[in-house]
């Protein structure tokens, strides 16, 4: 098992049962001790564990209350392997809205070889800057800027959405649950998240494991209104979630 596949594998385990031992992180990875604790160690300066007596704990990130600099760095290679396999559902020369966020943001390196090029609409700011870079043709939404996120919200966004048709939109998301739906922290995020893939022909809302599961303050749409592009699932997660909506499970980058 290479390096970066021991990794992955030792992230799931601890993301699945929260506490792991690491005796049990041994026989899982069929590694040594030695191993182990270099592979935690660099986890633990990626801030996705901790080491606590006896084992490791996973570390649940306040996502509500970070900046969107401070999100990127979570979950880096899961959220690459959702945007590569979000990009490979284009054809080129579609119509398509970029939510903000960050996950959302990897889409952006994969669109510049699109041939016909494609069109993008974002509320993000970020998401246009580097659009603009990429020579990638970009219409940004007008409105209220929320510094945390460098999100376009208000009613003057979702009134431009309104007046708008996508082929294909790529949604982000703090949370998804069967019961919830798909959730954000903020009323006004939701309410441009709904409008827009009330205008597109197909939807994804791209998320990694982390959010399966949970559910945010302000619900945008009912599962069944999106495709879920995501890490591997486990055997819970996946059941659950396919009775209710379409899950594409990206495959691990070679």
């Known amino acids: 098992m290479i390096v970066e596949e021991r990794k992955k594998r030792l992230r799931d385990i601890i993301q699945k049962n929260q506490f792991v031992s690491l005796q049990e992180l041994k026989q899982a990875t069929q590694t040594s001790l030695s191993t182990v604790r270099r592979d935690l160690a660099d986890l633990a300066a990626e801030g996705v564990v901790r080491r606590v007596h006896g084992g490791v704990e996973l570390i649940t990130p306040d996502r509500d209350n970070m900046t969107v600099y401070e999100r990127r760095t979570i979950y880096q ?3 690459q392997q959702i945007a590569k396999r979000a990009a490979a559902e284009l054809k080129g020369g579609e119509m398509i809205f970029l939510d903000a966020g960050t996950t959302t943001g990897e889409v952006i390196p994969y669109l510049a070889d699109k041939k016909p090029a494609v069109t993008m609409v974002t509320n993000s700011v970020h998401h246009a800057a580097k659009l603009s870079d990429l020579m990638i043709p970009v219409m940004i939404i007008g409105g209220q800027v929320k510094q945390t996120t460098d999100a376009v919200i208000g009613a003057t966004a979702v009134n431009q959405i309104n007046h708008m048709v996508f082929q294909t939109s790529f949604i982000g998301a703090d949370g998804l649950s069967v019961d919830f739906g798909l959730t954000t ?7 441009i998240k709904k409008a827009v893939v009330e205008r597109s022909q197909a939807s994804y809302v791209l998320a990694d494991a ?10 945008a749409v009912d599962l069944s209104q999106v495709t879920l592009i995501t890490t591997q699932l486990t055997a819970d ?10 899950v594409i499970e990206a495959e691990e980058t070679k």
């Open 77 to 79: 290679a899961d959220k």
């Open 185 to 191: 922290p903020d009323l006004e995020e939701a309410a």
């Open 237 to 246: 997660q996946s059941q659950a979630l396919h009775q209710v909506m379409t």
């Open 210 to 219: 982390s959010k399966i599961g949970t559910a945010s303050f302000a619900k």
